[in-house]
């Protein structure tokens, strides 16, 4: 019901402010209404809230400091909703994040911190450069953590009916993060999701992997660059980091090369590969180690092509995202030197909109091809659906939409 209500009372305060023949009076009672309405329905159910949290052993003095006054962040749900008009591509994604400024930034914070950084990577096991990488990507080095509050932000979102579940998850977590004196809820501020800190962990992650790095007895991931440094390394160690690797390499792909085996669910050991013609660029020989690894393929056939091991899935729990994973160990290898640069974008080559990849998701469920809701985000159903049309359409069955595809299915489906 409260859902419900808050769909409406959304409803109401963005026609408000929509283009249509009321006059500003109407707008502006329509959005009053529109915003009571909705903060009726939110105080409902934050009442609801409370009580689990004081079940759930959280002090009623903490939920008064954090609850009291709480009101639905608009600007919040905004974000949630809001989409850029074409995809990202690699390469957009890529030359956005790393800049000359970054890396060069990036290897003067290296040198600042390098007895700090020793001293955990040696503890945890993960190298410098990827969580100097990681803090890079985050936070610019920690020069913007957000000025949402979280409190606020994680209850629109609990609030809200689309991912309601894990936000409530969430809130709990930052209310308990609260109550153990690790932070006042008017310091803890971060991204419209939640995330927070130097290294922009959501809750949950802070109440599991969090550390004290600097031996005061409490932790601050805002404020203390030893809690985040060594929150960042206990959490990749804690989901599998491996010493003995590094996240990946980019190779060069036969001619003749099976598309089919791109893919991150397709692990075979490094030999395999070699003897299946995969080299590093130039077409030096491949370093043979006793360890599986996949390709992937971030830009489909018409991009590069990288072999990656199993800190990259690693990286990837982190965020789920290829590009960003890729971003990470390429800002890694960039801070030591060991990045080669960002390849053109072919020059034929269009990235699609997200109306684009709607349509062939739809198309490809009119076919009887199991794509998914048609949302516009390539998750694996999607792509299996994808690779299954490309092998039968006698296209390189890399599982990547592009402009060929779509054109393709229009012409099969029109």
Request: no cysteine; aromatic share 12%.
């Amino acid at each position: 019901m409260f859902r419900r209500s808050f769909r409406k009372a959304m409803l109401l305060s963005f026609l408000a402010a929509a283009p249509f023949s009321a006059t500003p009076a109407m707008a502006q009672q329509n959005a009053t209404a529109g915003e009571e309405a909705m903060n009726g329905d939110f105080q409902a159910w934050l009442a609801d809230l409370r009580r689990e949290a004081l079940q759930k052993g959280i002090s009623e003095k903490t939920l008064n400091k954090a609850l009291t006054g709480l009101k639905p962040l608009r600007r919040v749900i905004h974000a949630d909703r809001n989409q850029e008009e074409f995809t990202q591509t690699y390469w957009d994604y890529i030359a956005r994040r790393l800049t000359p400024a970054r890396i060069r930034k990036g290897r003067e914070m290296l040198a600042r911190h390098r007895k700090l950084l020793a001293r955990i990577s040696a503890r945890y096991g993960v190298p410098a450069k990827y969580i100097v990488a990681f803090w890079g990507l985050e936070t610019n080095y920690g020069s913007y953590k957000g000025k949402i509050p979280i409190i606020g932000a994680l209850a629109t979102l609990a609030f809200d009916r689309r991912r309601s579940d894990f936000f409530r998850v969430q809130l709990l977590d930052a209310l308990r993060i609260i109550d153990r004196g690790d932070i006042e809820p008017e310091r803890m501020v971060g991204s419209w999701a939640g995330a927070m800190g130097h290294m922009q962990f959501i809750p949950s992650t802070y109440i599991a992997y969090a550390v004290d790095g600097d031996g005061d007895g409490r932790v601050d991931l805002w404020s203390s660059l030893p809690d985040a440094f060594a929150s960042a390394a206990n959490y990749l160690s804690g989901i599998g980091w491996r010493a003995d690797q590094r996240w990946g390499r980019e190779v060069a792909l036969p001619k003749n090369f099976d598309w089919e085996k791109a893919r991150l669910d397709y692990w075979r050991k490094i030999e395999v590969w070699a003897r299946e013609g995969l080299r590093r660029p130039g077409g030096l020989p491949l370093p043979l180690a006793d360890f599986k690894a996949a390709v992937a393929l971030p830009a489909g056939h018409w991009g590069p092509a990288f072999l990656v091991y199993g800190n990259f899935t690693v990286i990837m729990a982190w965020n789920r995202s290829v590009n960003y994973a890729l971003a990470v160990g390429q800002l890694a290898d960039a801070l030591v030197g060991q990045w080669g640069g960002l390849q053109p974008q072919p020059e034929n080559f269009r990235p699609l909109k997200y109306s684009e990849i709607k349509e062939i998701q739809r198309r490809l469920n009119m076919l009887g091809y199991d794509a998914g809701p048609a949302d516009g985000i390539i998750g694996s159903r999607s792509r299996k659906a994808i690779r299954a049309y490309q092998k039968k359409a006698g296209l390189p069955a890399d599982a990547y939409p592009d402009v060929v595809l779509l054109e393709r299915l229009r012409k099969e489906t029109s």
